[in-house]
Structure formats: structure tokens, C-alpha cells
């Protein structure tokens, strides 16, 4: 028993979940479809005949989330998505800042 290691170790999430689309590319348009369900019910409606052109401004959340789930930086390599995240992480995090003062006699 000492010395195995776990049979999780080094596995990953796997890369196509469902539908082509990996975990975090799913979560995203799900949590962007419920945002748009719930912003159509308090925007009104367009005036256009086409029921697709009448409802288009309440997709926006959805079109935003396709767009950051799919979009690659070729910079980094890698989803904008996650770009996005850690940058969002880096802005919020904690930051100490440590100042030492020298001991400066002034006479």
C-alpha cells in the first residue's frame, strides 16, 4: 500500500464531454442559455413580423458565451475563456505588499 499511488492521478477531464464540446465550453452556454431565458422575460419584444427577429436581442448573453467558448487566442493557445478567467482571477486576488524601512537616523 505505500508507494501506489492513486488511480485518479494524472487523469484529466476528457477533452469532448458531450457533442464535441469539452466541460467548461458546455457549462458556459448552459449558464449563457439560463441568462437569456431570464433576460427575455422582463425585455419586450421587437416589432418585426419574424418570430426569430423579434426575439434576436434576447440571445445576446448566449451569442457572447458561444463566442468566448469557441474564440482561440493564438497568443497563449488556448480558449479565450480561460484567458478571460484568469485574468479575472489575477484581478480579484488578494495582494500583500511588504515594505521594509530602513532605519535611516536622521540627525
Known amino acids: 500500500m505505500y508507494g501506489e499511488k ?9 477533452e469532448k464531454f458531450i457533442f464535441g464540446l469539452n466541460l467548461y465550453q458546455l457549462l458556459a452556454i448552459l449558464a449563457a442559455g439560463k441568462v437569456s431565458y431570464e433576460f427575455s422575460k ?3 419584444m421587437l416589432p418585426f413580423d419574424n418570430i426569430l427577429l423579434r426575439h434576436l436581442h434576447h440571445a445576446i448573453p ?6 468566448l467558448a ?9 480558449y479565450m475563456f480561460f484567458s478571460l478567467v484568469d485574468k479575472f482571477r489575477a484581478k480579484i486576488r488578494r495582494r500583500v505588499f511588504v515594505y521594509q524601512r530602513e532605519d535611516v537616523d536622521i540627525d
Open 70 to 78: 469557441f474564440l482561440h487566442d493564438n497568443i497563449v493557445g488556448r
Open 42 to 44: 422582463f425585455t419586450p
Open 6 to 14: 492513486h488511480s485518479f492521478v494524472g487523469k484529466h477531464c476528457p
Open 62 to 67: 448566449l451569442y457572447l458565451a458561444v463566442l
